[in-house]
Nanobody, 119 residues
């Protein structure tokens, strides 16, 4: 019953913006660190941005100044605001969360949402 569900992907022109959301649901005691990853066909998975429960953030150099990661702990939801999008941002974006079910922390992944940036 525990799951992460991403939304907000789509097709956008270069220079445009999108906001991705990742909602955790189920019998969750605590959501700890969360992150956004992306993977384009033929490429390795890339860590895009991370955010702790206390909202300390870190970004890949390729997205610094353009993307903003945030979270709402009351809603168990994480966001990724993507501005000034470039064609090289095209990828499938996946949500990651370290979830505490009972007393044990485990890794969970969303199903992914596609972001396509046209030139």
């Amino acid at each position: 019953q525990v799951q992460l569900v991403e939304s907000g992907g789509g097709l956008v022109q270069a220079g445009g913006s999108l906001q991705l959301s990742c909602a955790a649901s189920g019998n969750i005691n605590r959501v700890n660190d969360m992150a956004w990853y992306r993977q384009a066909p033929g490429n390795q998975r890339e860590l895009v941005a991370t955010i702790t429960r206390d909202s300390m953030t870190n970004y890949a150099d390729s997205v610094k100044g353009r993307f903003t990661i945030s979270r709402d702990n009351a809603k168990n939801t994480m966001y990724l605001r993507m501005d000034s999008l470039k064609p090289e941002d095209t990828a499938e974006y996946h949500c990651y969360a370290a979830l505490v079910l009972g007393t044990v922390e485990a890794d969970y992944w969303g199903q992914g949402t596609q972001v396509t940036v046209s030139s």
